[in-house]
């Protein structure tokens, strides 16, 4: 056998070997996968809670738009539930975007805390050449 020969076989046999002072990362720890599906869940939520306030704003303003218009003369009942309707075409929107500000700063905390807390176990498990899992 050649020198040739044997570099090339020792050479593809190191390919399939793992090293024995590669580091490892640590394994997700369940709270940090909860976190994770928690902060896209909260997003999706958030989106969702965006979208409804969108569609609430409009509807309300083509229906106060609608109901009373600025030529028309408006009879008692018409005159007291005016200010109501007000009230509700601004106070419905802004709960759900408000509802969704909310659920938005959630998902974003739970990313956070999952990419912290898995940089943090992959940093000690490179420190202590150990995968992390406590």
Not at 82 to 103: D, Q, W
């Amino acid at each position: 056998m050649s020198h040739n020969e044997n570099s090339v076989g020792k050479g593809v046999s190191s390919i399939f070997k793992r090293q024995t002072d590669a580091w490892v990362p640590a394994p997700p720890r369940p709270g940090l996968v909860f976190a994770q599906r928690l902060g896209w869940s909260a997003l999706a939520v958030a989106l969702g809670l965006a979208i409804a306030g969108y569609a609430s704003q409009t509807f309300w303003s083509a229906l106060f738009a609608g109901l009373y218009s600025h030529n028309q003369a408006l009879s008692a009942d018409a005159q007291a539930l005016k200010p109501l309707t007000n009230i509700t075409m601004y106070a419905i929107p802004t709960l759900f975007y408000a509802g969704g500000v909310g659920a938005f700063g959630v998902g974003v905390a739970g990313l956070l805390v999952h990419d912290v807390g898995q940089w943090v176990d992959n940093w000690r498990a490179q420190r202590r050449g150990l995968p992390s899992c406590d």
